[in-house]
């Protein structure tokens, strides 16, 4: 039986399955075909039937509602809307719990990963968009409706870049990779892709080491708002940035320490994620083994 943590990506969808003290990892890459209502839940319930667990967890890009309804989706556009928790349990009679991915990463580091013992507990993802959780002495804090902690939305610049969700001078269309992309463009007058960025900055390139200067000013704002309203314990940055470009991570860290009130910094540890891409499907399992449906 055992318990089942499933992460719906972009791209891939990302399985553990815990059988009292081991793990199983499994990937599956979403095919085209399954881009619509009935093949991304029939993908899911065929997962959940190979595997039969007890009970199941769900995370999605989005904010999901209480009641385990998807209500905004940036990279699954075709189950927005979807009660996803109500179709999965009713075809499959398995207990489901759907949570955000940002929120369910966060605690899958507290549970499985280097956020193991800390009191609150922050993690940042950097990838396509900026994704954040809190969790607080052990609970995933949610917000009322279970959309809190949408970080990456904080405003850090009035009528600044263009975000991701409409509004303008959110901390993601900086602290992203298609910010990045716009700090580069801006100060080169020409286009590189994240992944190039990086590999210039690398090799020493005088624009990219300076589009990563400006991503740094602009995230160090938003860790130490963070600080300031949550003074946590302990900070995880992970996502594709951090993983090509670790430098930010130290960086960030002096930058924050030096700006954030003296008490709150002195306690607080910045570092990395230790469960990488996979802190979703862990905090989704997690998340089935210790929360109610
Ligand atoms: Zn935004």
Known sequence: MGFLGIDVGGTFI????????????????????????????????????????????????????KS??????????????????????????????????????????????????????????????????VVVEGKILEGVSGCGMEVGHMIVEKDGELCSCGR???????????????????????FL????????AKRGEKRAIESFEVLVDYFS??????VHIFNPDRILLSGGIVENYPDLVEKVKLKVKSMAFPLPASILEIGVGSLGSWSGAYGALAFAENYSS
């Open 168 to 190: 303008r001078g959110c901390l993601e269309a900086y602290v992203s990779s298609y910010g990045l992309e716009k700090i580069y463009t801006k100060l080169s007058n020409k």
């Open 221 to 226: 704002i938003g860790v130490m708002n963070l």
């Open 193 to 200: 892709s994240s992944f190039d960025i990086i590999k210039s």
């Open 68 to 133: 385990g309804r998807i209500t905004s989706s940036p990279n699954l556009k075709y189950v927005e809307n979807l009660n996803l928790k109500a179709i999965l349990e009713s075809t499959s009679g398995i207990s489901t719990l759907v949570g955000n991915d940002a929120n369910l990463a966060t605690y899958g580091e507290y549970v499985y990963g280097n956020g193991k013992g800390s009191k609150i507990l922050i993690c940042l993802t950097l990838g396509t968009g900026l994704g954040g959780g």
């Open 14 to 65: 990302k399985v553990v399955k815990k059988d009292n003290t081991s793990f199983i990892q499994d990937k599956i890459r979403i095919e085209d075909c399954h881009k619509s209502h009935q093949g991304f839940t029939d993908t899911l319930i065929d997962i959940i039937q190979k595997y039969k667990p007890l009970k199941v967890g769900i995370a999605v890009a989005g904010l999901v509602d």
